[in-house]
């Protein structure tokens, strides 16, 4: 597994050096970090955007700074929502709850063949269906 996708709360886990990140997920991130492909879908910076700005998120500096500073990371990558990826989030095979941002996260790693790393059951049950490569995030 090298190509990975972090959803955006195992984002803000891992900068946040948070401890609920399991030894597994952390080894595939730091493999992939090592090849250069971690990935973020273009949405996870809105996404943490409207957590700080709904007061349920808070970053020790302005959103924007962290963010830059987030995406700046050597190893990171920003995958830009394409257009394929914003129509194949519309039709994804399955079912998957109608959250836009997670539905384009799954369109992006579906995109790239990468394993998604999430803590969220809907998504990790996707991928149990056989929809997504997923890694579960928690220990």
């Not at 007061?55 to 302005?62: K, P």
Request: one cysteine or more.
């Amino acid at each position: 597994m090298s190509l990975v996708l972090l959803d955006t709360h195992v984002w803000v886990w891992l900068l946040n050096g948070d401890q609920k990140l399991s030894t597994k997920a952390l080894k595939a991130i730091e493999c992939s970090l090592a090849e250069k492909a971690v990935l973020l879908s273009a949405i996870s910076p809105w996404e943490v955007a409207m957590l700080v700005s709904k007061d349920r998120l808070t970053l020790d500096r302005d959103v924007s700074e962290w963010v830059q500073a987030a995406v700046s990371i050597p190893g990171i990558r920003v995958e830009p929502l394409s257009p394929k990826i914003a129509v194949a989030s519309t039709r994804l095979p399955g079912e998957l709850y109608s959250d836009p941002a997670d539905c384009m996260i799954a369109a992006t790693a579906r995109h790239l063949g990468a394993t998604l790393v999430t803590e969220d059951q809907k998504l990790l049950d996707y991928g149990l269906a056989g929809h997504l490569k997923v890694l579960k995030a928690s220990r």
